[in-house]
């Protein structure tokens, strides 16, 4: 999923700590990075073990928990939402003994969709791991920023706790089924290369409830909501432009992962989708079987680039169409990270029929993306 | 009648007649202007561009947490974060670093460097974080990475990417340029790096400068800072960008008032030459007057004629003054800086920036001077009866009036009094009000004292000696001495107050030199390189240095820096062995003393500095709290035992034995080492031996000599401007003697005309002209330095000590005077002459006839 964006779009001064952020950015798009081997590789046969799994894992580059959902205000409408916390590991001289050393940096974001307002309304911020400020915890999902904290609790339910500038929320998020290890093991490869891959779990159908803020009001929301949990030393292919994905709970109680990465030459260099139905059984698909098509594009006003907003994806025999909440779901940060990229809230119809609910993530379609 | 008409024929005949008198009035006051134009634009642009740059190091944060001492423990940080009131945090690590490849440069070896957490910085003080090159996001974070300003790479000669090596004790760590800050103010040398790279390298694990607060919105910032003031307890200063200003304010206020007021001297005395030439300008045409006075012209517009004449000349002199300073304050800083040799505003690369108000200012001051100095003729012209003043040898009649002395002496005795007054908001107000006084009512009694003396010498030359030359010279001097001592007004003031600055300048420079011997007892100081309160000598390098053969004695300082008032700069605290029995033989005391015998063991004594009685109320005798963090639970109690001269720190400095700071502090490090000689070892060897320690390389070894030679240096440096002033204020005067004597030469043409008649030969004449200017200046130059003399002890012993906060003594630059007299003199006298000779040339008969 996409790396967030330095939202304050403020001067260009931002442009320095935002090109830091874009590191992580960098490791889902075109840059390799010469990794140091004290980082640990991803392998397969490893088997997740929880609760400690939950927790951070320090040995690895990047890890993230990332959440989406829908909710619902009391006026019943729509309202998407997007919540992630990084860790990222830097090269920062693991020998100093400073407090300070800002050895693991944390990295969170909000977004929230609201079709009222027509575009995304997000914040962000990052801080080093250091005096109990900002950490991610082993053992146990526990990740704090600040005042912003994202927690698994006692009965396995997530609490989040966001309050920025203009907007902010304070959500329980309460698991309604097992969590979906991705690739079957947990394992999920990213290309052709078996280095190429990442531990990866998912928890879908969270139950959300709590409230949401906005401009200092707050409304009380309930709803649906998918967590990623994702950590990794080395990703992407050289090659690689960017990648489409999307995470949906289903109506019927099934779950839904789908994602290709491609090249930049044109064609996908990897794809992969899991469908979980409401009984637990898993369908994972070949990257041949997994096809996206884009059915109708949108063109950024802010920025010009073309998103693919509507979406069709087949997974083996299933035809899937993507539609977005509202098109302007994109997230310019040209003044920060320089990074663009789509990400919004998607309904998902099953071979016509209305199916269920998703984020749908769009990366790599901002041509000049320099880094 | 025309007014505008007589107007332009007055003021163009006049000047036609004597351009040389107009233009010396406006170069005067041109000159006047100039110089305080110039100094004030500086020191405004240097001032204002050194504020600014020290705003620009603390971001736009509501509040700054502090310790008393430079650092504090770095726990402070999260414990502020995590208080609701706070929304950012933002710890910075601020070190003055020595750069290895400028180690000899031992005053200005030193970068600054701020360690930052550019998360944090963002939000506070966006302009210090450093632009990475691409590809290098994360150098912002590095173990290795710094970041430095335009000014500090041109200075280091590095660019991105080249490596920097720097000096922390005896190491030298090596860093690579990541970037720049483009952000920071022209000419500012800082360097910027992670906050635990800068704590891991330079040995300040755990420690933090300051943290800057950005409060939550609603926040009462007062409230809030008592509040927070309460809770840090003694050992923190909590303050705000106002506090930051006040002190940035009061470490260069003193100087750059005393440097306008000097550069006012010029202006002053500019006023004094315009009051002479425009008095001999009245008196000259005082038959002219007197004949439109009779045609009709009333008293009232032969004022508004003289003044408006005045009010020309001080039009044109002050506009020319206002770009001729601009001009010159632009080259200066262009080539020199804004810091004038003072130090102040080290590195600082000001731009000018003009304001209509100051140059409104000095526009309004040059030519109110020429009002001011035209006023007095003005009015005695208009006032004049018609009838005495259209005969001929009126002139010195119309004087009689300014020989009046009580007006004078009124001045001097309201000098008296003001000498006695207390500083206003710590500037020397009431001491410089002094100095005017008495400039005025000195020069103000120069004719009646001139009258007086050239009275009894004419006497005495008439029963004596029955010299003609002499007879005639005295005679003239001491029957119309108004006039000359008008014309000697201007090179008066110029002269005393030269006397004065020698003076002043002289006992500066002399004390200091007798307390740099006093301070500087050892034959060879050690020091390393030091950056914040850590570095030094630890023990093992001490005992080191201690065991190195051919030391007779050798004495450790620790050097702390201390806020006492968080409006005020910081003090030093100097922990050293002090003579217990005598203070006196190790430190400069003045003064009463507490006796040892009479200290008890309950209060530790500190002897202060002179600036510590006068800005925090150190009296001796007196206990006082220090905020000096302690090892143990207790705070303990000082007691001022002494107060000691120092000139080396304006801000105030405490000294204490290092074994009880060592016992209160627990901190065993010492900055510099004082190595006494042994009989047989030379310092040449003793240096040799110290380059060989392990840590050799590190030391910056000196000897007192040197140290001596450099202050003097920099003390000299300090006062460059102040000779310039100086000169400028002489030429000034000089330029008045040669306008006033060809004036009155020419003036006295019928007179001259008159003693050829009776036989008196042109020689004669000529030689009684030259003695009449040397006689005359012969008087100037003792009244003078009489005058200047009361001026030097005004600035030695009420302006310095209220400024500066430090005395001094009195020490008369003997030979310097007595050449500058001299030359006064003989400059005087030739100016004289060559002004006669052109007054002499005419046709004899000619000149009679002109006396109708």
Known sequence: ?371 | MDHGLIFRWLLFGEWRSHLLQAVVVITAIALGVALGYAIHLINTAAYNEFSAATKNLTGQSDLQVRGTQAMFDERLYPALMARDDVVTANPVLELDVVVSAKQTERSDNKLKILGIDLFRAMEISPDLIGMPAEGKPLDGLSDDAIFLSPAAMEWLQVKQDESLQLRVGTQTINFRVAGGLVRSRAGQRIAVMDIATAQWRFQHLGLLSRIELKLAEGVNHAAFKTKLTQELGEYYRVTESADQETRVNNMSRAYRVNLNMLALVALFTGAFLVFSSQALSVIRRRHQFALLRVLGLTRRELLQQILSEGAVLGVVGSLLGLALGYVTAFIALQYFGGDLGSGFFKGVQPALFFSVSSAAIFFLLGLGVTLLGSAVPAWEAANANTAPALKSGSEEMALKRLARPWPALLCLGLAGLFVLMPPIFDLPVFGYLAIALLLIGGIALMPYISTLFFSMASTWNNTRIYNVIAALTLARLANASNQASIALGGVLASFSLMVAMAIMVTSFRESVDDWLEQVLPADIYVQLAASGDQGGFQLPQQEAIAAIPGVSRYDFSRFIKLTLDPGRPEITLIARPIDATDPRNTLPIIGNTVEPGLLTDDVIPIWVSEAMVDLYNFTVGKQVRLPLRTAGPDTPQFIVAGVWRDYGRQFGAIQMQLSDYQLLSNDLNVNTAALWLQTGTTAEQLMASLKNLSFGGALDITQSSDIRTLSLEIFDRSFAVTYLLEAVAVVIGLLGVAASFSAQALARTKEFGMLRHIGVMRRQVLRMLAAEGGLLTVLGVILGFVIGWGISLILVFVVNPQSFHWTMQLHLPWSWLAIVALVMVVLAGLTALIAGRHAVSGNAIRAVREDW
Not at chain 1, 104 to 117: E, G, M, N, T, Y
Not at chain 1, 141 to 151: A, E, I, N, R, S
Not at chain 1, 171 to 184: A, E, R, V, Y
């Open chain 1, 1 to 371: 999923m996409v790396f967030s964006t330095y939202a304050y779009g403020k001067k260009t001064w931002l442009l320095v700590f935002a090109r830091m952020v874009t590191i992580a950015w960098s490791l889902f798009t075109a840059v390799s990075f010469a990794e140091s081997p004290r980082y640990m590789p991803v392998m397969p046969d490893y088997d997740l073990v929880f609760p400690k799994d939950y927790g951070s894992h320090q040995g690895f580059r990047i890890e993230w928990w990332y959440v989406t959902g829908w909710l619902e205000t009391p006026d019943e409408k729509p309202l998407g939402f997007q919540v992630t916390f990084f860790r990222y590991a830097t090269d920062h001289d693991s020998e100093n003994p400073s407090r300070f050393a800002p050895k693991h940096l944390i990295i969170a974001h909000l977004a929230l969709s609201d079709p009222a307002v027509g575009k995304l309304l997000h914040e962000e911020k990052t801080a080093r791991e250091s005096f109990d400020l900002a950490y991610a915890r082993q053992g146990n999902t526990d990740v704090k920023l600040d005042d912003w904290t994202f927690v698994r609790v006692a009965d396995g339910s997530y609490e989040v706790e966001m309050q920025g500038s203009n907007i902010g929320l304070k959500l329980s998020l309460k698991p309604t089924q097992p969590i979906l290890l991705q690739g079957g093991d947990g394992f999920s490869r990213k290309g052709p290369e078996p280095e190429q891959a990442s531990y990866y779990y998912s928890e879908p159908h969270l139950q959300v409830a709590g409230t949401v803020f906005r401009h200092g009001k707050s409304v009380t929301v309930s709803g649906s909501a998918w967590l990623d949990h994702e950590w990794s030393s080395d990703i992407l292919d050289p090659n690689a432009d960017g990648w489409d994905w999307v995470g949906a709970n289903l109506d019927d109680g099934s779950a839904l992962m789908a994602f290709q990465i491609r090249l930049k030459k044109g064609g996908k260099l990897w794809a992969y989708a899991a469908l979980r139905d409401a009984a637990g059984h898993v369908t994972l698909f070949e990257p041949e079987q997994v096809e996206f098509t884009p059915q109708r594009t949108w063109r950024s006003p802010h920025t010009d680039a073309v998103y693919p907003v509507e979406m069709r994806i087949r997974t083996g025999e299933t035809e899937w169409l993507l539609t977005p909440l509202f098109d302007d779901q994109e997230l310019d940060s040209r003044q920060s990270t320089a990074a663009v990229y789509w990400e919004g809230a998607v309904t998902l119809s099953r071979d016509g029929q209305p199916a269920g609910r998703g984020y749908l993530e769009l990366t790599g379609y901002f041509r000049p993306l320099d880094m």
